[in-house]
């Protein structure tokens, strides 16, 4: 079953298009990333799916039916920023937002617990710290255990340990059977704990798949002698890199993640008569990696 | 629609505007009219004792459910405040789109606050009436419902005005704006009514043709058309010297529906088909 499908999604804000015709679907279970710059359209993806944007055209469906509020009470979703009264506590916002859900009002306790709200939970929201009321925004999500959550850049704001909490409650949410869609402009946090990924660009849908084919990362590693005549021709005699390239004045060689021996590598030149002054291991970064998909 | 309005008084219980502004309107339709009641038996009384101004009291039983209904009618803003507090603070709180997201529709979280401007319509009609009530009492006369329809009248009024409220919260979404709109129209409109009253006259003095008056054909006048104090021995010359244009009350009445419903219908749009 499909959790979420949407099929030719356009949105114009005036002369500005935010999406411009995006089509994907998330299949259930996975931790599916949508990732892109600031500006790429992912909040506007995901508050068309909540009937909070009027879409220009295109439709999607939730759990492969048309959809409306029942659908959106077995979605736990944080989108954007926390939203809650000001002058209410943690504890009656959360009441509040399980008498929208129609569950989960038994739970109110065990989220606020797991999101360390406990202490706080009779202070009002207007006197908590943003990180807490991130946290606060996180718990309403997970009141009545929902099967599917969605969360928009669920760390924004988080401090390290924050952003550290959040994702190993992620993969937690995740090893409990859940499908989880999540937006963020942090490519390292996709890959830290999604299956899947979506990677949008100025509204345009870049490539979608598996987190492994999609962001498939190289081992790089760098040779260079003097001179560098027969380099290229001594390397083509080994294996085990997928590619390689000349780049100023070094040769560049791509072994699949982990593979690349440099040792081997050494001995295999000064066996045929050169000696490196060059060799240096490099992974390459993830930020060159999403400037290659974004650019 | 039952549970809807219990979370929305679970939103309201612990908010000290709603406390505040509805005991201000309750205790300022008890106290406005007491002021009226006392000013009548202690100061025009003694210094009119011919009766020329007002012959009989305005709260004895003939005239009571009319004199409450207009005076209280000057407080309906407080309601009218109240729900541009309470809806502006959803868009600034951004707890409208949450309410949606939480699990209900557009139309479900424009019809709730359509019914609380409902509601707040009744409770003040309710407590005219209370008002009218101990204030008849008290003029030592027996019940009647002559002029009953005045509360009628107060209601249209009142509901008039929470929508027109309303309309304007989901407009402008923004809590000062919205009050200052809310304000500066109301004035806006009062000014207009003026200048349409003095064309009509001039109408009526000039062509010999009697619209009615025409300031109260707009949307806030309509209601407030319905509404006056009774009649009294001014009034009457007033009225007799036919110059003031003819009273239309029928059309006002209809004029203040059709607004109502255009109130109803615009701010319904509003949140069902834009951007939240």
């Given at each position: 079953m499909s959790i979420l499908t949407i099929e030719n999604l356009r949105k114009d804000y005036g002369r500005v298009q935010a999406l411009r015709g995006v089509s994907f679907s998330v299949p259930g279970g996975c931790?599916?990333?949508?990732?892109?710059?600031?500006?790429?359209?992912?909040?506007?993806?995901?508050?068309?799916?909540?009937d909070?944007?009027?879409?220009?055209?295109?439709?999607?469906?939730?759990f492969d039916e048309v959809p409306d509020k029942t659908h959106r009470r077995r979605i736990g979703t944080f989108l954007e920023t926390p939203n809650f009264y000001h002058y209410l506590s943690g504890e009656k916002n959360l009441a509040i937002s399980a008498a929208y859900k129609q569950r989960g009002a038994e739970d109110i306790p065990r989220v606020l617990e797991m999101v360390n709200l406990t202490q706080r939970k009779d202070s009002r929201f207007s006197t908590y710290s943003l990180g807490m009321k991130q946290r606060l925004a996180i718990a309403s999500c997970l009141l009545g255990d929902p099967d599917v959550l969605i969360l928009d850049e669920p760390t924004n704001g988080l401090d390290p340990v924050g952003i550290a909490e959040t994702r190993e409650l992620i993969k937690k949410l995740r090893q409990q059977g859940k499908t989880i869609i999540m937006a963020s402009h942090l490519l390292d946090e996709v890959e830290k704990v999604c299956t899947h990924v979506a990677i949008l660009k100025k509204g345009e849908l870049v490539a979608t798949g598996n987190v492994d084919e999609i962001l498939a990362n190289e081992d790089i590693v760098e040779i260079g002698a003097m001179p560098n005549t027969r380099l290229e021709e001594v390397a083509k005699q080994m294996n085990g890199y997928s590619s390689m390239k000349l780049n100023d004045g070094h040769l560049q060689l791509f072994y699949p993640v982990g593979t690349a021996n440099v040792e081997n590598i050494n001995r295999h030149f000064f066996e045929h008569d050169i000696v490196l002054n060059h060799l240096q291991l490099k992974k390459k970064s993830l930020e060159s990696k999403f400037f290659e998909l974004t650019n | 629609m039952v549970r809807l309005l219990e979370i929305e008084w679970l939103k309201v219980k612990n908010y000290a505007a709603f406390t505040v502004l509805g005991l201000f309107f309750l205790l300022g339709i008890l106290g406005a009219n007491y002021a009226v009641f006392y000013t009548k038996k202690n100061v025009i009384d003694k210094a009119d004792p011919t009766g020329l101004i007002a012959s009989a009291s305005p709260y004895d039983f003939s005239h009571t459910w009319q004199t409450?209904?207009?005076?209280?009618?000057f407080l309906l803003l407080l309601p009218g405040l109240l729900l541009i507090l309470l809806i502006t603070n959803e868009f600034t709180f951004r707890t409208h789109r949450q309410n949606i997201i939480d699990g209900?529709?557009?139309?479900?979280?424009?019809?709730?606050?359509?019914?609380m401007a409902l509601i707040a319509a009744v409770v003040a009609t309710i407590s005219v009436m209370i008002v009218a009530l101990i204030f008849g009492f008290a003029s030592a006369t027996s019940f009647s419902l002559d002029r009953f329809e005045s509360v009628g009248y107060f209601f249209l009024k009142a509901i008039s005005y929470n929508m027109i409220a309303l309309l304007f919260a989901v407009l402008v979404r923004k809590t000062g704006f919205a009050i200052g709109l809310f304000f500066i129209y109301m004035g806006f409109e009062n000014i207009l009514s003026a200048i349409l009253q003095g064309l009509s006259m001039k109408f009526k003095a000039d062509y010999n043709f009697d619209i009615g008056n025409m300031g109260d054909y707009l949307p806030m006048n309509a209601s407030d058309g319905l509404l006056h104090f009774p009649e009294n021995t001014i009034t009457n010359m007033a009225n007799n010297s036919k110059i003031m244009p003819h009273d239309y009350m029928l059309v006002s009445f209809l004029l203040a529906l059709l607004y109502l419903f255009v109130f109803f219908i615009w701010s319904k749009n509003r949140v069902i088909k834009t951007d939240l």
């Open positions: 931790v599916f990333g949508i990732l892109g710059p600031n500006g790429s359209g992912k909040t506007t993806l995901l508050g068309i799916i909540m909070i944007l009027k879409p220009t055209s295109g439709t999607y469906k939730l | 409450t209904s207009y005076v209280s009618g209900i529709n557009r139309q479900d979280f424009i019809n709730v606050k359509i019914l």
